[in-house]
């Protein structure tokens, strides 16, 4: 994220503060002084076009790029200035050498904003990063200067490109009698394509607690234990592994549930500290499998019937003590005794990892 606000931001002030002092030129080193094949689908009609653009050290002279503009042919461009935003992408702007008027007195000039991607050293892409200027014919995507040569210093240069009124299509530059070709599946970064500065794992895509990393066109999740995934939305049947049922203790079933498992008692087994043991008690009191499925309506009488006992026995207990002059608790605090010992109970009944 943080990358990204600097870059807008370093986009920002070099177009709208520097390019205009016609500081420095530096094309990619592969692109100038060569001639290359040029595709693109035309603005006007949106037609596929295959030529051939040469570009000398920083001008596109007597170059395809030619509009008509109020009558006035522009068609020689000289490089004003540029940014390399990173080892394969470069921004990089030309200046029309004549200037055009649509009344007296009034002189204009067309920019180019190219955005190139290396893919190769024989294939490049760009696109044009301004809106589409429908006074030049064929119609293109050039800023327009304002009034008057040259331009103010704040004038906005490329920065209406995040504004298009439709799509900007992909423009290749291939050397000739090469074959390299656009991956299909690459992500080809657009200029406002906020996919290609995005931090990936803000919001968190990882679910269940899952840690993520940031790669430049995708994320890695590590997920938290019993889940898997792209997403860790996908729960891991710990019942299923070997190792694992065997951490379940004897006389316990392996209970899957969503990023665990739960091991509970076989029918007449009762949990004592992680481990399954023989019901000494009347068996058919203690519906064993006490996982208790809490909410269960068919658990319910029966825990009930299990707090009663426990109370009687526990009341009777003290009952006898106190008649036997033994300092005994209050009744309020056995009370809470039996609510602990209760806890306890359940507490043992559901082994999770
Ligand atoms: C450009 O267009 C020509 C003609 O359609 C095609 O043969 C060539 O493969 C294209 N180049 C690229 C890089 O797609
Ligand atoms: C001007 O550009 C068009 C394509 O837009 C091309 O067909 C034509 O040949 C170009 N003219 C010159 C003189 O380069
Ligand atoms: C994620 O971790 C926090 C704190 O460790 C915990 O409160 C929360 O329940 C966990 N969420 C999930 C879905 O496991
Ligand atoms: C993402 O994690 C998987 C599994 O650990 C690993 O094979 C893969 O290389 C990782 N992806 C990246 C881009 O490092
Ligand atoms: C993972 O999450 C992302 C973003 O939330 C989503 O677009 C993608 O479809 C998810 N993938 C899977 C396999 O669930
Ligand atoms: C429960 O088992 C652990 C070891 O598994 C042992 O250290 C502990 O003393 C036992 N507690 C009781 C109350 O038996």
């Given at each position: 994220?943080?990358?990204?606000?600097?870059?807008?931001?370093?986009?920002?002030?070099?177009?709208?503060?520097?390019?205009?002092?016609?500081?420095?030129?530096?094309?990619?080193?592969?692109?100038?002084?060569?001639?290359?094949?040029?595709?693109?689908?035309?603005?006007?009609?949106?037609?596929?076009?295959?030529?051939?653009?040469?570009?000398?050290?920083?001008?596109?002279?007597?170059?395809?790029?030619?509009?008509?503009?109020?009558?006035?042919?522009?068609?020689?461009?000289?490089?004003?200035?540029?940014?390399?935003?990173?080892?394969?992408?470069t921004l990089v702007v030309f200046k029309s050498d004549?200037?055009?008027?649509?009344?007296?007195?009034?002189?204009?000039?067309?920019?180019?904003?190219?955005?190139?991607?290396?893919?190769?050293?024989?294939?490049?892409?760009?696109?044009?990063?301004?809106?589409?200027?429908?006074?030049?014919?064929?119609?293109?995507?050039?800023?327009?200067?304002?009034?008057?040569?040259?331009?103010?210093?704040?004038?906005?240069?490329?920065?209406?490109?995040?504004?298009?009124?439709?799509?900007?299509?992909?423009?290749?530059?291939?050397?000739?009698?090469?074959?390299?070709?656009?991956?299909?599946?690459?992500?080809?970064?657009?200029?406002?394509?906020?996919?290609?500065?995005?931090?990936?794992?803000?919001?968190?895509?990882?679910?269940?607690?899952?840690?993520?990393?940031?790669?430049?066109?995708?994320?890695?999740?590590?997920?938290?234990?019993?889940?898997?995934?792209?997403?860790?939305?996908?729960?891991?049947?710990?019942?299923l592994d070997k190792q694992r049922t065997a951490m379940?203790?004897?006389?316990?079933?392996?209970?899957?549930?969503?990023?665990?498992?739960?091991?509970?008692?076989?029918?007449?087994?009762?949990e004592t500290n992680g481990t399954c043991t023989g019901?000494?008690?009347?068996?058919?009191?203690?519906?064993?499998?006490?996982?208790?499925?809490?909410?269960?309506?068919?658990?319910?009488?029966?825990?009930?019937?299990?707090?009663?006992?426990?109370?009687?026995?526990?009341?009777?207990?003290?009952?006898?003590?106190?008649?036997?002059?033994?300092?005994?608790?209050?009744?309020?605090?056995?009370?809470?005794?039996?609510?602990?010992?209760?806890?306890?109970?359940?507490?043992?009944?559901?082994?999770?990892?």
């Amino acid at each position: 994220m943080y990358n990204y606000i600097i870059f807008r931001l370093g986009l920002f002030l070099i177009l709208n503060r520097n390019i205009l002092s016609d500081a420095s030129c530096s094309l990619p080193t592969d692109i100038k002084n060569s001639a290359w094949e040029y595709n693109y689908t035309k603005v006007s009609d949106n037609s596929p076009q295959s030529t051939i653009l040469r570009v000398s050290t920083t001008t596109l002279q007597n170059s395809i790029i030619n509009l008509s503009a109020f009558g006035t042919k522009i068609r020689d461009w000289t490089c004003i200035n540029s940014l390399a935003l990173s080892n394969t992408q470069t921004l990089v702007v030309f200046k029309s050498d004549s200037t055009f008027s649509d009344g007296p007195s009034k002189n204009y000039r067309l920019y180019l904003c190219m955005k190139f991607t290396k893919v190769t050293p024989d294939l490049y892409y760009f696109y044009l990063l301004s809106d589409i200027y429908n006074a030049v014919t064929p119609n293109e995507r050039v800023f327009v200067s304002d009034e008057g040569n040259p331009t103010a210093n704040d004038a906005p240069m490329c920065s209406t490109f995040c504004k298009y009124t439709g799509s900007p299509k992909i423009r290749t530059l291939r050397r000739p009698e090469t074959r390299d070709e656009i991956p299909d599946k690459a992500a080809l970064c657009e200029p406002c394509d906020s996919t290609c500065q995005v931090d990936r794992c803000d919001p968190n895509p990882c679910q269940n607690n899952g840690s993520c990393v940031d790669f430049k066109e995708n994320y890695n999740c590590t997920c938290t234990d019993g889940w898997r995934g792209k997403n860790c939305t996908t729960d891991i049947n710990e019942c299923l592994d070997k190792q694992r049922t065997a951490m379940c203790p004897q006389h316990s079933d392996c209970l899957n549930t969503d990023g665990s498992y739960e091991c509970n008692c076989k029918n007449g087994y009762q949990e004592t500290n992680g481990t399954c043991t023989g019901d000494k008690m009347s068996t058919e009191d203690k519906s064993t499998d006490l996982g208790l499925k809490i909410g269960l309506s068919a658990g319910i009488p029966v825990l009930l019937l299990v707090i009663i006992i426990v109370a009687f026995v526990i009341w009777k207990k003290r009952t006898r003590q106190s008649t036997f002059g033994v300092k005994s608790n209050t009744n309020s605090d056995g009370h809470k005794n039996v609510e602990n010992e209760l806890a306890e109970v359940e507490q043992n009944l559901v082994v999770k990892t």
